[in-house]
């Protein structure tokens, strides 16, 4: 069956500019996670929601990051005034329960350079 | 602070060598633990995980692990590897529902 999927895969953006970048989990997956992923390092947590909720938004870095999941399927992270800064891989992960227990499958992630 | 620690960075073995990947974390209680690999292009794909019982699980493409709560490690092993194992391996560890990942160990495989 269909994967996690991203788009756009690769998105270069002015500094400045804002993005918004989507998430596809597969579906009937209740939880879908964002992480940062900068050059050579492991990927870092920035949201969680369960269904439309958003849960946890401890790891945004600033208020310039926001993320929404208006259904509880599709997601969209949006990044407002890029920053050099942000260039990095984001990845999406959904899951199909709300417990840790449950496997997070990860899309292909979205490749952003902020020139 | 929580944290996972992978040491090595970069590995290079010769393709039918053993390996072992090292994780440590840094946690009081016994958390979940994974170990995820990412190809290039890729998405991160699952391994194996822990999460109680037999210390030592196993994985697809017949990578193991085991847990060793006095040394706080989880390290992945292969007992031969193949050239389709080149990729860059995480170790994880889950804290309320998310995934603390460590840096990453890249694994080349020389023929």
């Known amino acids: 069956g269909a994967g996690v999927s991203q788009s756009p895969r690769y998105k270069v953006a002015k500094r400045g500019q804002d993005v918004a970048l989507r998430c596809d989990p597969i579906?009937?997956?209740?939880?879908l996670f964002w992480y940062q992923q900068a050059l050579g390092q492991g990927p870092e947590f920035l949201t969680y929601?369960?269904?439309?909720?958003?849960?946890?938004k401890s790891g945004l870095p600033s208020d310039r990051f926001f993320a929404e999941r208006p259904e509880g399927s599709v997601s969209t992270l949006k990044i407002q005034r890029t920053q050099q800064e942000d260039s990095a891989v984001y990845l999406c992960?959904?899951?199909?329960?709300?417990?840790?227990?449950?496997?997070?499958?990860f899309g292909p992630g979205t490749r952003l350079t902020v020139t | 602070a929580q944290s996972v620690t992978q040491p090595d960075i970069h590995i290079t073995v010769s393709e039918g060598a053993s390996l072992e990947l090292r994780c440590n974390y840094s946690?009081?209680?016994?958390?979940?633990l994974f170990w995820y690999v990412q190809s290039p292009g890729q998405g991160l794909q699952l391994l194996l995980k822990?999460?109680?019982?037999?210390?030592l699980v196993q994985g697809i493409k017949g990578f193991e692990a085991e847990f060793k709560r006095s040394q706080s490690s989880f390290n992945l092993r292969k007992p031969s590897v193949h050239w389709s194992d080149a990729a860059e391996y995480f170790c994880?560890?889950?804290?309320?529902?998310?995934?603390?990942f460590g840096t990453g160990t890249r694994l080349q495989v020389f023929p």
């Open positions: 992960a959904s899951s199909l329960g709300a417990a840790a227990t449950y496997e997070q499958y």
């Open positions: 579906s009937g997956h209740v939880s």
């Open positions: 929601f369960q269904n439309e909720a958003q849960l946890d």
């Open positions: 946690y009081g209680a016994t958390p979940y």
């Open positions: 822990y999460f109680s019982g037999d210390t």
């Open positions: 994880a560890v889950e804290r309320t529902d998310k995934l603390i």
